[in-house]
């Protein structure tokens, strides 16, 4: 599934890490990445529901409901703020991009089929979980 971008990406970022070390660490880059993901994600999907162009942004919020209904919550050590739990999805995301376990399509397919945008988030999520083999893992801040 891994797309010419996603192989640069891959290259640009040097990711060579276990994913279950890196896609949650101190490292920004990831979450930067999966926040612009996320946010085009949801925008391409409702300028599609709605026939209208979008420029959505999801919020913490959002974000945070989807980490918990998808499971990664409790991947997770506990004493974790939104904002930590926000960046934990969206480096999921973007490392799931970049590693080719999920497309940009795909995610836009799964949020059509979803009621809304958080679970869309939630489903997205979920795949992501099950394809990069997320286990017990915890965020590192430095």
Do not use: W
């Amino acid at each position: 599934m891994t797309d010419d971008i996603a192989l640069r990406l891959k290259e640009a970022l040097k990711l060579q890490l276990h994913p279950t070390i890196y896609y949650l660490s101190s490292d920004k880059r990831l979450s930067k990445l999966g926040d612009a993901i996320i946010n085009y994600i949801a925008s391409v999907s409702e300028t599609i529901r709605g026939g209208i162009p979008m420029g959505l942004r999801v919020d913490n919020r959002t974000l945070t409901n989807a980490v918990k209904a998808s499971g990664l919550r409790d991947r997770l050590s506990h004493r974790r703020d939104r904002h930590m739990l926000g960046d934990a999805a969206e480096a999921l995301i973007a490392y799931s991009f970049i590693q080719g376990v999920i497309t940009i399509e795909e995610c836009v397919d799964t949020m059509l089929r979803s009621e809304s945008i958080q679970g869309g988030m939630t489903r997205i999520l979920g795949l992501a979980i099950e394809r990069v083999g997320v286990t017990k893992c915890d965020l590192h801040r430095n």
